[in-house]
Nanobody, 125 residues
């Protein structure tokens, strides 16, 4: 059974930092590039960052470049997102999942068939 469990979110002031982590199980972690996604109220889910299996190929949404850092630990089946200089527009429910191929059309379905509960990040004074 596929499980993705995110943690580490919370309330932080603008300019603050958070590190969120996802533990994956139920599928072969080293078969998949991984990604972090986020969904703000009233908006579609978007991809924030992705990392290849080896960790050598990384990309970010333009809005978070220079502020967020994605990493993975293939021994522990975890993927993390270090978020610095947080802005109110970063407020969202953050999920990790495998990298969803473009032909899926959007980020509502996952090739591994499951989403975790997500972790809420709220940036507010």
């Amino acid at each position: 059974q596929v499980q993705l469990v995110e943690s580490g979110g919370g309330l932080v002031q603008p300019g603050g930092s958070l590190r969120i982590t996802c533990v994956a199980s139920g599928f072969l972690f080293t078969d998949w590039s991984m990604a972090w996604y986020r969904q703000a109220p009233g908006q579609e889910r978007e991809m924030v960052a992705r990392v290849s299996v080896s960790g050598s190929d990384i990309d970010y949404k333009d809005a978070v470049k220079g502020r967020f850092t994605i990493s993975r630990d293939n021994d522990k089946n975890t993927v993390s997102l270090e978020m610095n200089s947080l802005k109110p527009e970063d407020t969202a429910l953050y999920h990790c999942n495998v990298l969803i191929p473009p032909f899926y059309g959007d980020y509502t379905r996952s090739p591994v068939g499951s989403w975790g509960p997500g972790t809420q990040v709220t940036v507010s004074a």
